[in-house]
T-cell receptor
Framework: DAGVIQSPRHEVTEMGQEVTLRCKPISGHDYLFWYRQTMMRGLELLIYFNNNVPIDDSGMPEDRFSAKMPNASFSTLKIQPSEPRDSAVYFC????????????FGPGTRLTVL | QKEVEQNSGPLSVPEGAIASLNCTYSDRGSQSFFWYRQYSGKSPELIMFIYSNGDKEDGRFTAQLNKASQYVSLLIRDSQPSDSATYLCAVKEAGRRALTFGSGTRLQVQP
């Protein structure tokens, strides 16, 4: 079975540009999570969805960040405008509601904002 | 602010030894606990989870949970150089699906 798929794997952009990160969860999983990992702050939750509906977006740093999940197999995280401090690895993870919330991570997108 | 604390390490053990990784958490309502392994430049990989007090074994790995003391640990028996990685402890709080992660402990297994 395919795992969580993320694209692009690497993104280099200039400050002020719009960045869109994409995620395809594991088929059948009904929870989707977006995390950000930096050396300073570790792995922190940004937002998560259940059945395509945002449940908790308290981790979204500011209005420049937005996330959508238009259907069960696709989600986007958008940063507009991007800033150098947004440079991090962004992970998407998914889980199934029946179970103990084991979350499975995608390979991540390494974002560099110059 | 719910917290999950881990010693950042590095924890260095010789090949074949037992590596012991520890984690404490602040939320007494936490329900389930996860250990992830993360190799440098890679994504976190689930090793095992535990939700009841006591020990849970899976191959060379044993997770231990003590809810009264609010700590969870991971033992790795017969450590191998391939076990060298950062180990992340994660906690699921009651009523919430998201996980709170510790900062991770870097393990180095010396050949």
């Amino acid at each position: 079975d395919a795992g969580v798929i993320q694209s692009p794997r690497h993104e280099v952009t200039e400050m002020g540009q719009e960045v869109t990160l994409r995620c395809k969860p594991i088929s059948g999983h009904d929870y989707l999570f977006w995390y950000r990992q930096t050396m300073m702050r570790g792995l922190e939750l940004l937002i998560y969805f259940n059945n395509n509906v945002p449940i908790d977006d308290s981790g979204m740093p500011e209005d420049r960040f937005s996330a959508k999940m238009p259907n069960a197999s696709f989600s986007t995280l958008k940063i507009q405008p991007s800033e150098p401090r947004d440079s991090a690895v962004y992970f998407c993870a998914s889980s199934f509601s029946q179970g103990y919330n084991e979350q499975f991570f995608g390979p991540g997108t390494r974002l560099t904002v110059l | 602010q719910k917290e999950v604390e881990q010693n950042s390490g590095p924890l260095s053990v010789p090949e074949g030894a037992i590596a012991s990784l520890n984690c404490t958490y602040s939320d007494r309502g936490s329900q389930s606990f996860f250990w992830y392994r993360q190799y440098s430049g890679k994504s976190p990989e689930l090793i095992m989870f535990i939700y009841s007090n006591g020990d849970k074994e899976d191959g060379r790995f044993t997770a231990q949970l003590n809810k009264a003391s609010q700590y969870v640990s991971l033992l790795i028996r017969d450590s191998q150089p391939s076990d060298s990685a950062t180990y992340l402890c994660a906690v699921k709080e009651a009523g919430r699906r998201a996980l709170t992660f510790g900062s991770g402990t870097r393990l180095q297994v010396q050949p």
